[in-house]
């Protein structure tokens, strides 16, 4: 780098995307902390958020909508069938695949964590107008579009 260019932390565009990552980073920490009590972590409520909105999703759909491989998917999932959360049931039309349903101390489960993380969005985000969130909302799924489109260009 020469002495004309600017460093990548003085460019408005680098501080925005460390800001965003820090954030992201922070919002984990957090809902990990509030979920601790009732022994599931973030990338299980994702599942079970997934699982309650989609009933019968299949493991390929939830994988895709959770940007995650299938090699996590298959490391969760069991965890979950163990805890009695879920269920995995064969499709009737397609016997390789294999549908996800929650069982009703997951269904329980999944609503007492809901309340918890939407309390954290709500207790986080009171203070920003609603026009904000919605121009940051907007901005991050334009980027996220984006991104998601270099990652299938390189595939």
């Not at 709500?122 to 990652?151: F, G, H, N, V, Y």
Request: with cysteine.
């Amino acid at each position: 780098m020469n002495k004309n260019q600017s460093l990548p932390w003085d460019h408005p565009r680098f501080r925005s995307w460390i800001a965003v990552a820090r954030a992201c980073q922070l919002m984990q920490q957090t809902l990990s902390r509030s979920l601790a009590d009732l022994d599931i972590k973030p990338p299980h409520l994702d599942i079970l958020v997934n699982i309650y909105r989609f009933e019968g999703i299949s493991q390929q759909e939830l994988a895709r909508k959770l940007l995650v491989g299938r090699s996590n998917m298959s490391m969760l999932l069991p965890q979950m069938e163990h805890r009695r959360l879920i269920e995995r049931r064969g499709d009737e039309r397609d016997k390789r695949v294999l549908r996800l349903h929650l069982t009703p101390e997951g269904r329980k489960l999944t609503e007492a964590a809901m309340a918890i993380q939407t309390d954290l969005i709500e207790r986080t985000l009171s203070e920003e107008p609603i026009e904000q969130c919605m121009a940051t909302a907007t901005s991050m799924e334009r980027i996220i579009a984006m991104l998601l489109k270099e990652l299938r260009d390189d595939d």
